[in-house]
């Protein structure tokens, strides 16, 4: 973690007296993970194969009955060819207290908004840890305080998120990457007090009868940054992130209706360059028990849109998501994602493929082969043009 | 007056003597249901041994939770503990006497909670021979019945009476229940499928009294004939009456599972 790790470990260390010595709960996973790329790289400095070894224990205690929780997940990456993955991060490390209708965390954690499955439009809590995978699911931990409030009228989230986090990015061998690459040395803030800024977010949701809704509002620096052209000490052409000012509220919405389930997330974002609307939505329909067999089959569509258009800080500004979900049901958990993302004005493709199965108790197996296909210039995913991989991993749990 | 009165009477007696199988099938299934009102809330822990037709064998370990609701279904909260790579993987139930379950699952390495479609109830549960609907909370208003016959089962004197699930989402054309004549709770289960052949046959074992009232079985062995695999369910620590609220049933509660 770049920024403030002693800080948190100092806070932990800290909190250890203050625990009635109950068993601590242990778990998490181990696991060895190999990356190939099937064409050469653009830049000659990046690799062609990869190997890491990645590290993501949890330690967790419950007293009181489970009224007070504390919880540590560290996480920590070594790659054999980019610095820049060989990282470490603090996920988790916070302590809940549950009250009656109300509820409050203090501490580092990660906070998951949204329905749908190929873009988390709505989800601005967490920066987004990038160097583990181009799809933005994995998120660094962000330092909060948050109240909750858990009544008739559904439950509303308050949060105060003093530290702000960088998006990690690529190094100069990394792939799937920019070019030029992003120089986070370089990173810079609307905001005079740069990373310290304190931001405010706030969440309403509950359900309804089939209907699931959330709506939030976020005000402080934005987690997605705008990258641009700079020179930096070394006399390299780089990218450099700026991080905005931004206002957001949002919608998240789902539908579960028998087999169907219909989602979306729309978003108004307002920042002094720029306000636009986004909204990603569509529907996730599942075939149970497919040809007579154990298994489910689910289909899934989904479309992307971003007012900015060509401008879009995001690759899916005006594309379509059409996916195929196997899931076996079988005793090794067995699954199989198939699917694309294709911009419809430029046909830019991203064609993506994850399975995984568990081998015995404590073993799981993980594939994702990813290719981007047909990549116009005019699209932010022209860069990966030469960096279609398959990667395979293996994880032990504990 | 006197005609229409006697018309009466004698189409009650005729009622009252002539129960149909119907009838009495619903009256033992209400007679069950009833018996087993009242718990509050429990907790337990539920281990599943899974063992296919080569013998290989792996184990579910999970805790669960679940509240009593008045004139509804029941709330039930599920944690996994093993296997290790879904342990914190929590699945939430509220079931209902005729509509649809509503169900969400969070899933911990995203901490995402996902409302999830309740028809998929006819699925393996955790890739053992149970499916969702097995698990499920047995409301009377699930099924229709109907009184098959008196029956002797290992020399216990049984009802046996068949149920047709109304859910056109029930992986079952219909099931034949063998409910224990003294103490209304039910000794084994054939299940057949959508073509009518036996799919499978659960069996419950060591039954025990808790709250002085309340049978519970250790053991529930589930054996699939036609793929020869096999699950049997251990109950562990059952606790009745634990303070359990409508809060600790939340999506939010999903969250902070451990």
């Known amino acids: 973690m770049r920024m403030g790790g002693k800080g948190w470990l100092l806070l932990l260390f800290g909190l250890f007296p203050a625990m009635p010595s109950l068993a601590w709960d242990w778990a998490g996973n181990m696991a060895v993970e190999g990356r190939t790329f099937f064409q050469s790289p653009l830049d000659p400095r990046q690799y062609d194969n990869d190997a890491s070894i990645s590290l993501e224990p949890e330690l967790a205690r419950e007293w009181h009955d489970g009224r007070d929780i504390f919880v540590f997940r560290p996480f920590g990456r070594l790659d054999a060819r980019d610095e820049e993955r060989s990282h470490w991060d603090i996920r988790e490390l916070h302590w809940t207290h549950v009250g009656d209708g109300w509820e409050t965390l203090v501490g580092v954690s990660r906070v998951f908004w949204g329905v749908t499955e190929a873009w988390h439009l709505v989800d601005v809590i967490n920066q987004t840890d990038l160097v583990e995978d181009p799809d933005a699911e994995d998120k660094l931990g962000q330092p909060m305080v948050k109240l909750s409030l858990e009544q008739d009228w559904g439950t509303l989230d308050l949060f105060l998120l003093p530290g702000f986090r960088e998006r990690t990015f690529p190094g100069a061998d990394g792939r799937i990457r920019t070019h030029p690459r992003v120089d986070t040395d370089l990173t810079s803030y609307q905001s005079g007090r740069e990373w310290k800024r304190v931001d405010l977010a706030a969440r309403w949701s509950r359900y309804i009868g089939e209907w699931d809704i959330g709506l939030s509002l976020f005000h402080g620096t934005g987690r997605d940054p705008l990258l641009l052209p700079a020179v930096n000490g070394k006399g390299e052409q780089v990218l450099a992130p700026y991080y905005e000012l931004i206002d957001q509220a949002s919608i998240d919405l789902q539908a579960t209706l028998g087999q169907w389930l219909w989602k979306l997330e729309a978003l108004y974002r307002h920042s002094d360059n720029d306000s636009f609307y986004a909204w990603t939505g569509g529907f996730e329909y599942t075939i149970v028990g497919v040809a007579d067999s154990a298994a489910d089959l689910g289909l899934l569509a989904e479309v992307l849109y971003d007012q900015r258009g060509d401008q879009s800080a995001t690759p899916f500004n005006h594309d379509a998501f059409l996916a195929l979900r196997w899931t076996a049901n079988d005793e090794q958990s067995s699954e199989l994602l198939a699917g694309f993302i294709v911009d419809w004005k430029y046909g830019s493709t991203l064609l993506n493929l994850e399975g995984s199965r568990r081998c015995g108790q404590r073993w799981k197996a993980s594939l994702i082969l990813r290719a981007w296909l047909n990549t116009d210039e005019r699209g932010l995913l022209y860069p990966f043009r030469n960096d279609d991989y398959l990667q395979l991993e293996l994880a032990r749990y504990f | ?258």
């Open chain 2, 1 to 258: 007056m006197r005609i229409l009165l006697l018309l009466l009477l004698s189409l009650f007696a005729v009622g009252a003597t002539a129960e149909t199988a119907e009838e009495k099938g619903l009256a033992i299934a209400r007679e069950v249901d009833q018996r087993d009102s009242g718990w509050g809330d429990f907790q337990a822990h539920m281990d599943m041994l899974l063992r296919n037709r080569h013998g290989e064998e792996s184990l579910r370990k999970m805790r669960i939770k679940s509240l009593e609701v008045k004139d509804d279904g029941d709330k039930t909260l599920i944690v996994f503990d093993e296997p290790r790579d879904v342990k914190g993987t929590a699945l939430l139930t509220f079931s209902h006497k005729v509509k649809d379950d509503d169900q969400w699952l969070y899933l911990p390495a995203l901490k995402r909670v996902k409302r999830i479609a309740s028809r998929n109830k006819s699925g393996p549960f955790m890739g053992s021979e149970f499916a969702y609907e097995d698990l499920a909370s047995q409301e009377v208003e699930k099924y229709t019945y109907k009184y098959l016959r008196d029956d002797l089962l290992d020399g216990t004197p049984v009802f046996v009476i068949e149920r047709y699930p109304v859910s056109r989402y029930s992986g079952y054309k219909r099931q034949v229940v063998w409910v224990d004549k003294q103490r209304y709770i039910p000794l084994k289960i054939e299940y057949y499928d959508r073509k009518n052949s036996l799919l499978k046959t659960l069996t419950f074992e060591g039954y025990r009294k808790y709250l002085d009232q309340y049978w519970r079985a250790d053991r529930m062995f589930m054996q699939n004939h036609q793929t020869g695999k096999s699950t049997l369910l251990t109950w562990k620590d059952y606790r009745f009456r634990t303070g359990l609220k409508d809060s600790d049933f939340t999506r939010n509660s999903l969250k902070r599972v451990r």
